[in-house]
């Protein structure tokens, strides 16, 4: 069975401050990995996502995260996060041949200041 | 491009009733996938149905329940209901590949009396 642990539940920044958000999963088999944001009385959007190929993941908005299969970790970064960037940040791991099961970790709420 | 509608997104709901959520796809996705989210639980998986079939399945109890109708639109039905059933229910939809992006819907936030 698969798990993700996100280890910090709430991280505060300060605007223009850079982040990182990060995310630990244990699996027997091959995952794929992904960072979904969801923002306030919202459903989830994908920022980025890792199937395959170069560890370095570029997504929307200016993130980017990392995927390290030797410390089984996917951190979520971005250089410089503004107001609009608050949100709780959910990581999560899907198998080959169940793409539409997605196993959640508990969640990040980032909280920007200015 | 249309994204995930889901209806109603509030529902209030007494102790013991059933109630039924629905969800319809972006145009052209065939896997319609359900998450239940509390703040003590967190996101967990319920279902996932792809072409009128339940392909995976949570561990959530029977009073839990799902089906996909030839359109691809889903309804997802809970029996009973206890005060624990609280919570937003997400759908997502996705092509149905091996692995694929998810489309999350807004979510329908039930609460239970």
């Known amino acids: 069975a698969q798990s993700v642990t996100q280890l910090d539940s709430q991280v505060p920044v300060f605007e223009e401050a850079p982040v990182e958000l990060r995310c630990n999963y244990s699996?027997?088999?091959?995952?794929?990995l992904f960072w979904y944001v969801q923002y306030p009385n919202q459903g989830l959007q994908l920022l980025l996502k890792?199937?395959?190929?170069?560890?370095l993941v570029k997504g929307i908005n200016g993130f980017e995260a990392e995927f390290n299969k030797s410390q089984t970790s996917f951190h979520l970064r971005k250089p410089s996060v503004h107001i609009s960037d608050t949100a709780e940040y959910f990581c999560?791991?899907?198998?080959?041949?169940?793409?539409?099961?997605?196993?959640f970790g508990q969640g990040t709420e980032l909280s920007v200041k200015p | 491009k249309a994204g995930v509608t889901q209806t109603p997104r509030y529902l209030i709901k007494t102790r013991g009733q059933q109630v039924t959520l629905s969800c319809s796809p972006i145009?052209?996705?065939?896997?319609v996938s359900w998450y239940q989210q509390t703040p003590g639980q967190g996101l967990q998986f319920l279902f996932e149905?792809?072409?009128?079939?339940?392909?995976n399945k949570g561990n959530f109890p029977g009073r839990f329940s799902g089906r996909q109708f030839s359109n691809s639109r889903s309804e997802m039905n809970v029996s009973t209901l206890e005060l624990g059933d609280s919570a937003l229910y997400l759908c997502?939809?996705?092509?149905?590949?091996?692995?694929?992006?998810?489309?999350f819907g807004p979510g329908t936030r039930l609460t239970v009396t």
């Open positions: 997502a939809s996705s092509r149905g590949e091996s692995v694929d992006e998810q489309y």
């Open positions: 699996s027997s088999v091959s995952v794929y």
């Open positions: 890792y199937l395959s190929g170069s560890t």
């Open positions: 999560a791991v899907s198998r080959y041949n169940q793409g539409g099961k997605l196993i």
């Open positions: 145009s052209g996705h065939r896997s």
């Open positions: 149905y792809f072409s009128e079939t339940q392909r």
